[in-house]
């Protein structure tokens, strides 16, 4: 058993820069009561304190526990731990995203980390925790209150640890293999052509220096009680890229996730945000689109089998979006 309190190296480990990029609520996560009880006491040791309380958190797709526990010394922190035994993408997760915390600067809008735990297969790591609650579908206020988040990180240059954004983003072929594999309806015969035109070159048009966060989704945030303000959670993606790449994100989830007033004024919302971006912020979205697309219909998951159709449900829902953006790329629109 090992803690650490220093900077990782992420180069280590073969599978540290590989996985899928996106997750979902819905799988069920361990009881953190069931976490072996040596990792759970290597925990309290390397925070310092006795664990005198936890709630267990259900965010999030690792099949993993995730909680917020209480320390005898009064402080409240989040903890998330998963055994390589049950899924080893996510252990290289929690590694990957602890050494990315550990160079993030005080300013952006993220939780910092306390300590890493290893254990046998297990690893856990505790951070502070953030305040707020994250509902079921985004309103306007917690659209703008994570806006503001995404421009706060993108405002940061990213730290030279890590990697391009281009190693980061996966499945952006998917209109062109979805094209190879045969479309699997009207829609995708009419635009996965169309489509994959827009997204061609991403490699070069998502390129930059800026810190990205890359995974923003409504279960990746803590929006506070005022509403005003928001923490990023989840950071294991994080890469250098072009600045509007969050926001991108954003747009795409708030579509694909849902707005509490319904799936057209989620779409409003998602294109008034893109039409404040440069172009090439639609033209991830679509690319997002493709992803899920060909991920649903060629990937299947032993641990966590609902996945396809989660994805299946987050592009059919983008479709419109997608259809729109389309025409304003190949005809843009004035103002
Ligand atoms: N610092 C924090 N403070 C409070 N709650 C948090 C914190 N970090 C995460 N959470 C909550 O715990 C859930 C799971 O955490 P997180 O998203 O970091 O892990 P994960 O689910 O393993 O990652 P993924 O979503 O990629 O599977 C989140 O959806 C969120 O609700
Ligand atoms: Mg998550």
């Known amino acids: 058993m090992y803690h650490w309190s220093a900077p990782l190296d992420l180069t280590d480990g073969p599978a540290a820069w590989h996985g899928i990029a996106c997750g979902v609520t819905f799988t069920v996560r361990a009881p953190w009561a069931d976490t072996p009880e040596p990792v759970r006491t290597a925990v309290a040791e390397a925070l310092g304190a006795s664990i005198v309380g936890h709630v267990d958190l259900h965010g999030g797709m690792s099949p993993g526990p995730a909680a917020g526990l209480w320390l005898g010394d009064g402080r409240q922190v989040f903890v998330k731990a998963v055994s390589a035994d049950v899924r080893a993408h996510n252990h290289a997760m929690i590694r990957q995203e602890s050494a990315i915390l550990d160079v993030l600067p005080a300013s952006v809008p993220a939780p910092r980390r306390l300590a890493t735990v290893v254990h046998g297969p297990w690893i856990a790591m505790a951070t502070t925790w953030a305040d707020g609650a994250t509902a079921g579908s985004w309103t306007d206020a917690s659209i703008a209150a994570v806006a503001g988040a995404c421009r706060a990180a993108s405002g940061h240059r990213a730290p030279g640890l890590l990697p391009p954004v281009a190693q980061r983003v996966f499945d952006f072929d998917g209109w062109v293999r979805v094209q190879a594999i045969g479309a699997g309806d009207d829609w995708e015969a009419a635009h996965a052509g169309p489509a994959a035109e827009v997204v061609a070159g991403w490699e070069r048009w998502t390129a930059g220096d800026a810190l990205v966060h890359r995974d923003v989704r409504l279960d990746n945030t803590a929006v506070g009680a005022e509403g005003r303000s928001a923490v990023l959670l989840d950071w294991a993606y994080a890469a250098a890229g072009a600045r509007w790449i969050d926001l991108a994100q954003l747009a795409a989830d708030v579509v694909a996730t849902g707005h509490v007033l319904g799936p057209r004024v989620a779409a409003d919302r998602a294109y008034r945000l893109l039409r404040t971006l440069p172009p090439a912020a639609s033209r991830f979205v679509v690319g997002l689109a493709g992803m ?29 979006l997608v259809t729109r953006l389309i025409a304003d790329l190949r005809d843009p629109p004035a103002g």
Request: proline residues 7%.
């Open 292 to 320: 899920w697309c060909i991920r649903a219909a060629t990937v299947r998951h032993a641990v966590m089998p609902e996945i396809a159709t989660w994805r299946r449900a987050r592009t059919v829902a983008l479709r419109p």
